[in-house]
């Protein structure tokens, strides 16, 4: 199994989300985008919209984002939004 993301979900005022992930899945103003392990390093202006996130558990954790970006480098995920919070 190949190692996992390292992703942190922030807002202007708050870290909404963090912890170790399998995949992350984004929606950009080029359209959605899937990160795995190994991704090669990038920086995109999110939409607004859903980040989803599966962890490594398994589990899937969602978040609404709007106004910011995403940001991969080594195999680390930061997606910092004027807004964000999760979703129930």
């Not at 992350?24 to 859903?50: C, D, F, K, Q, W």
């Not at 969602?62 to 807004?83: H, I, P």
């Amino acid at each position: 199994m190949a190692s996992p993301l390292t992703v942190t979900v922030v807002s202007a005022d708050q870290e909404v989300w963090s912890g170790q992930a399998s995949m992350v899945v984004a929606r950009t103003v080029e359209g959605e985008i899937g990160i795995l392990a190994g991704h090669e390093p990038m920086l995109a202006i999110l939409a607004s919209g859903e980040v989803r996130i599966t962890s490594a558990d398994g589990s899937r954790i969602t978040a609404r984002a709007d106004d910011g970006f995403l940001s991969v480098e080594n195999d680390t995920v930061t997606v910092v939004a004027s807004q964000a919070a999760l979703v129930a």
